[in-house]
């Protein structure tokens, strides 16, 4: 079957430095996704990533080992609003998105 | 109104109710997507059209029906639900489907079924 892995809940502290651990097994891969949702609102799209590597866009950052199955997202400098979940999300070989639980992390000052 | 909203934002029935969920996009895309996100669980993909077709039906049962009369719009036609149908229900698009556009997401109806 098809399975995404990411912890249920972290904890950081403001200004500090969080991964965000997303491990998959699916039926191919055509590209990992990383959406942030703040309590009750719409999921917003974060970052892709297809190729192996590391993709850095601000305060955030992703990264890819297609042979190890392994994604992580890396938030610096935390605020306060950062506090969310964050959901990993793997396109199989239909396109089709398979989603994780996703992560709520908790940003402490 | 930019992006994509969905209305009603809240929505309470009771089992034997018929009501209907509105999705419309504003970003010209031709894939729409409705999903059930459940408390802390994945979210589960329901359906997916693309071009106005329906592309993907991932066994979801009778009592919900979609659909989508052009690629702006799509609905989800609700009836004879049950409790375990309480969740929030958000509608997305993309470019296409088949291919790695991202999908932005509405607000979604959370939806309670007593």
């Known amino acids: 079957g098809q399975n995404i892995d990411q912890p249920t809940e972290m904890t950081a502290t403001e200004g500090a430095i969080v991964q965000i651990n997303c491990t998959y097994q699916t039926s191919g891969f055509n590209g990992l996704f990383w959406y942030q949702q703040h309590a009750g609102e719409a999921p917003t799209f974060l970052s892709y990533n297809v190729l192996d590597g590391l993709e850095e866009k601000g305060r955030f950052s992703s990264f890819l080992s297609r042979s190890k199955g392994y994604s992580y997202l890396l938030l610096k400098e935390l605020q306060m609003k950062d506090s969310a979940s964050y959901l990993c999300a793997v396109q199989d070989s239909n396109y089709q998105l398979i989603w994780g639980a996703g992560t709520k992390l908790i940003i402490k000052p | 109104e930019t992006g994509v909203t969905q209305t009603p934002r809240h929505l309470v029935m009771g089992m034997t109710n018929k009501k209907s969920l509105k999705c419309e996009q504003h970003?010209?895309?031709?894939?729409m997507y409705w999903y059930k996100q459940s408390a802390k669980k994945p979210l589960e993909l329901m359906f997916v059209?693309?071009?106005?077709?329906?592309?993907e039906n991932n066994s979801v049962p009778s009592r919900f029906s979609p659909e989508c009369p052009n690629s702006s719009h799509l609905f989800l036609h609700l009836h004879t639900l049950q409790p375990e149908d309480s969740a929030l229900y958000l509608c997305?698009?993309?470019?296409?489907?088949?291919?790695?556009?991202?999908?932005?997401f509405g607000p979604g109806t959370r939806l309670t079924v007593l």
């Open positions: 059209y693309n071009f106005k077709e329906q592309t």
């Open positions: 970003l010209g895309h031709n894939a």
């Open positions: 997305a698009s993309s470019q296409a489907s088949g291919s790695s556009n991202e999908q932005f």
